[in-house]
Nanobody, 131 residues
Framework: QVRLVESGGGLAQAGGSLRLSCAAS?????????MAWFRQAHGKEREFIAA???????????YYADSVKDRFTISRDNAKDTVFLQMSSLKPEDTAVYYC????????????????????WGQGTQVTVSS
């Protein structure tokens, strides 16, 4: 069983920054899996934010939603089995519950975008951005 625990959420002002962490434990290592961040705003569907996918040939490749590109950065510390989401230039529309997710390496980038393709999820952490 794999357990994912997010932390680092909270209240930020528009233009500010937050860093989310997702620590993995259990019978897996994140280094050879795909890890992603999704978010879900109140009354909306869960939305893809960022992912890091592993491939034996190229190593890690990162992917971002257009809405967060150049503002958010996903990274991981394999030694600590932790993935991070550095969020900068925050906007009120970034307000949501943020979830991390894990799956085996994805065969294509389109797979990474779909919540139902992930095997494990964290419980979520609330991010609120005030204007």
């Amino acid at each position: 069983q794999v357990r994912l625990v997010e932390s680092g959420g909270g209240l930020a002002q528009a233009g500010g920054s937050l860093r989310l962490s997702c620590a993995a434990s259990g019978r897996t290592f994140i280094r050879s899996n795909a890890m992603a961040w999704f978010r879900q705003a109140h009354g909306k569907e869960r939305e893809f934010i960022a992912a890091v996918n592993w491939d034996a040939w190229t190593g890690d490749t990162t992917y971002y939603a257009d809405s967060v590109k150049d503002r958010f950065t996903i990274s991981r510390d394999n030694a600590k089995d932790t993935v991070f989401l550095q969020m900068s230039s925050l906007k009120p529309e970034d307000t949501a519950v943020y979830y991390c997710a894990l799956r085996p390496p994805a065969p294509s980038s389109s797979v990474l975008l779909r919540p139902n393709e992930y095997d494990y999820w964290g419980q979520g952490t609330q991010v609120t951005v005030s204007s």
